[in-house]
């Protein structure tokens, strides 16, 4: 079992490059979720999914986008990057808005120079 | 605003106890949650505390008070692989998670 699969795992990348970050999901669940994780800080919500077909605005979503066409599938796009988007990005899934926990990707390292 | 707090790091010995503290102001409260992040690793669920009291898994254990805005970790017979970080986090109103910057658990022999 897999569970929740992001790629790539590590990326460099130059300013104003535009970049997509994968993560799949084979628990069938609702709800996905991206963060970012940066020292010192907590995990921030970037934008978040309650359903396939639907998405939302986190915390902090300028300079970013998400789709969910199906129920394992949510990217994130970075348009056009800049280095304060450096950092490493989680993506998360759980059961709905009100269930448990959330199962965590292993995380992409992306470096913007 | 919504704030969690938590201490940034703590040293504790191979087989002794510890407990870690988190303190939240939030928009409502649905839930507190305890995860475990190894360094350069993703988070997994340790524990969840709804209503008042402790809650024991193992090891490992968490209190809740709402009235106080307050939980803890604890974490009994320590051993080397709990060397990690411990972040809190607090369902918001909104089923948000609200998340603390983590304590950075040592463990020494």
């Known amino acids: 079992i897999a569970g929740i699969t992001q790629a790539p795992t590590s990326q460099i990348l130059a300013a104003g490059r535009r970049m997509t970050l994968r993560c799949t999901q084979d628990?069938?669940?609702?709800?996905m979720y991206w963060y970012r994780q940066d020292l010192g800080l907590g995990l921030r919500l970037i934008h978040y999914?309650?359903?396939?077909?639907?998405?939302g605005k986190g915390e902090v979503p300028d300079g970013y986008s998400v789709s969910r066409a199906n129920t394992d599938d949510f990217p994130l796009t970075l348009a056009s990057a800049v280095p304060s988007q450096t950092s490493v990005y989680f993506c998360?899934?759980?059961?709905?808005?009100?269930?448990?926990?959330?199962?965590f990707g292993e995380g992409s390292r992306l470096t913007v120079l | 605003g919504q704030n969690i707090d938590q201490p940034t790091e703590m040293t504790a010995t191979e087989g002794a106890i510890v407990q870690i503290n988190c303190t939240y102001q939030?928009?409502?409260?649905?839930?507190l949650f305890w995860y475990q992040q190894h360094a350069g690793e993703a988070p997994t669920f340790l524990s969840y505390?709804?209503l008042d009291g402790l809650e024991e898994k193992g090891r490992f254990s968490s209190f809740l008070s709402r009235s106080k805005g307050y939980s803890y970790l604890l974490l009994k017979e320590l051993q080397m692989k709990d060397s990690a970080s411990y972040l809190c986090?607090?369902?918001?109103?909104?089923?948000?998670?609200?998340w603390g910057a983590g304590t950075k658990l040592i463990i020494k022999p």
């Open positions: 998360a899934s759980g059961a709905g808005t009100s269930a448990g926990e959330l199962f």
């Open positions: 628990m069938r669940h609702n709800a």
């Open positions: 999914s309650n359903t396939a077909g639907t998405t």
């Open positions: 939030t928009s409502g409260f649905n839930g």
């Open positions: 505390n709804v």
């Open positions: 986090a607090v369902r918001d109103s909104n089923y948000q998670l609200i």
